[in-house]
Each structure stands twice: as structure tokens, then as C-alpha cells.
């Protein structure tokens, strides 16, 4: 199982970038699909996760500029990010909860990061 992100870059403040992040493999069922973020000098935060079901959950910090959709057949998820402003710079990464075949219960997977810089 792998978990591939993509749309990182450099935007300027106020404007928007739209990652996605796909899994594949051998995957029977995947609950949650999310997104952290880590910058210099400071531990990884929740940004923003999304369940099966469409439910969402976003930090505080991101609240009413960033949303997440999910496409559950191409098991990817994208979260959209507006107004950003510097203090969203960091590296972003994608985490899944995937229930491989043959197993039982669900394993927490990470992509690679993919780096947003927000500079002018």
C-alpha cells in the first residue's frame, strides 16, 4: 500500500494551491484520509481529515479557508486550500487509516511530504 500526494509548490499569500493524495494497493477498505503538516522547528499537526462518509474535521487554524473532498472509488482525497498566508508554510503530509486484503484491522499510512511555501 502506498499513499502518493501530489500539488505542493509556491503560492503567494492569498492565494490558493489544491493537493490530492491517492492510495493503491491491495486495499479493502480505508476510514479516514487526512493531512498534516509540519514546519520548521514545530511538531506535526492534524490539518485537516476526512471519513468515508464525508464527515470532515479541520484545525482550528484552517478553518473556513481550506476544505477537503474525497473520491472514494479513486481512493484519493483533496483538500483545497485558500487565503493562504505564510504561516502555512511547511511540508505537508498524507495519512490514511487502510485495511489491506488479508488483514483485519486498519494500519495508519503516511505519504511523502510535499513541500508549501507561501511567500511573496
Known amino acids: 500500500v502506498q499513499l502518493q500526494a501530489s500539488g505542493g509548490g509556491l503560492v503567494q499569500p492569498g492565494g490558493s494551491l489544491r493537493l490530492s493524495c491517492a492510495a493503491f494497493g491491495s486495499i479493502v477498505s480505508i476510514n479516514k484520509m487526512g493531512w498534516y503538516r509540519q514546519a520548521p522547528g514545530k511538531q506535526r499537526e492534524l490539518v485537516a481529515a476526512i471519513t468515508s462518509g464525508g464527515s470532515t474535521t479541520y484545525a482550528d487554524s484552517v478553518k473556513g479557508r481550506f476544505t477537503s473532498s474525497r473520491d472514494n472509488v479513486k481512493n484519493t482525497v483533496y483538500p483545497q486550500m485558500n487565503s493562504l498566508k505564510p504561516e502555512d508554510t511547511a511540508v505537508y503530509y498524507c495519512?490514511?487509516?487502510?485495511?489491506?486484503?488479508?488483514?483485519?484491522?486498519?494500519?495508519?499510512?503516511w505519504g511523502q511530504g510535499t513541500q508549501v511555501t507561501v511567500s511573496s
Open positions: 495519512n490514511a487509516g487502510i485495511r489491506k486484503r488479508g488483514e483485519w484491522g486498519f494500519a495508519d499510512y
